[in-house]
């Protein structure tokens, strides 16, 4: 069996305009350290064998991890659409939207739609490719939604709807 796999699917090209000064940010410093990791890597090179440098391998590894990042970046950061800030309606549910839902067991839970480039579970943004955000776009306050999960069907009723 080989190692081919499929392609991912694309991501949606849409950002907010924090994420996506966010990411030019993280390119800015990513050169950054690449700078220094090239230093360390010419200092371990001059140390001599190569096969059993430890720090030459591990610097090598980031390097290639740095380099990766960068590529991604700089092919990612032309190709995104920075969608503006909504206000005019705030009962519908649309890209950059924090939505609060209340779940079956009464737990209020709140979310930011984002881009697929600036999701963060631990800020409670989602991705607007993500089953849940897929189906709030276009809702309104009190509607129902049903989310298919691994685990069976979750029911949420929206709440709040800011922006």
Same mark, same amino acid.
């Given at each position: 069996?080989?190692?081919?796999?499929?392609?991912?699917?694309?991501?949606?090209?849409?950002?907010?305009?924090?994420?996506?000064?966010?990411?030019?940010?993280?390119?800015?410093?990513?050169?950054?350290?690449?700078?220094?990791?090239?230093?360390?890597?010419?200092?371990?090179?001059?140390?001599?064998?190569?096969?059993?440098?430890?720090?030459?391998?591990?610097?090598?590894?980031?390097?290639?991890?740095?380099?990766?990042?960068?590529?991604?970046?700089?092919?990612?950061?032309?190709?995104?659409?920075?969608?503006?800030?909504?206000?005019?309606?705030?009962?519908?549910?649309?890209? $950059?939207?924090? =939505? %609060?839902?209340? +779940? @079956?067991? &009464? #737990?209020?839970?709140?979310?930011?739609?984002?881009?697929?480039?600036?999701?963060?579970?631990?800020?409670?943004?989602?991705?607007?490719?993500?089953?849940?955000?897929?189906?709030?776009?276009?809702?309104?306050? $009190?509607?129902? =939604? %049903?989310?298919? +999960? @691994?685990? &069976? #069907?979750?029911?949420?009723?929206?709440?709040?709807?800011?922006?």
């Amino acid at each position: 069996m080989g190692r081919w796999r499929p392609p991912q699917p694309k991501s949606s090209p849409y950002i907010t305009a924090e994420g996506f000064r966010m990411l030019e940010q993280e390119l800015k410093s990513i050169w950054l350290r690449r700078r220094e990791v090239t230093k360390a890597l010419a200092a371990a090179a001059a140390e001599g064998d190569r096969s059993e440098n430890a720090e030459y391998i591990y610097r090598k590894k980031e390097l290639r991890e740095i380099d990766r990042r960068i590529r991604y970046l700089q092919k990612r950061l032309p190709d995104l659409k920075i969608v503006p800030k909504r206000e005019d309606d705030t009962e519908l549910i649309f890209f $950059g939207a924090w =939505v %609060t839902l209340e +779940t @079956e067991s &009464g #737990e209020e839970i709140t979310y930011r739609i984002v881009g697929p480039d600036e999701f963060d579970p631990a800020s409670s943004f989602i991705s607007m490719d993500a089953p849940l955000a897929r189906a709030l776009l276009k809702r309104t306050i $009190g509607d129902e =939604v %049903t989310i298919r +999960t @691994e685990h &069976g #069907e979750v029911t949420y009723v929206i709440v709040d709807v800011s922006y």
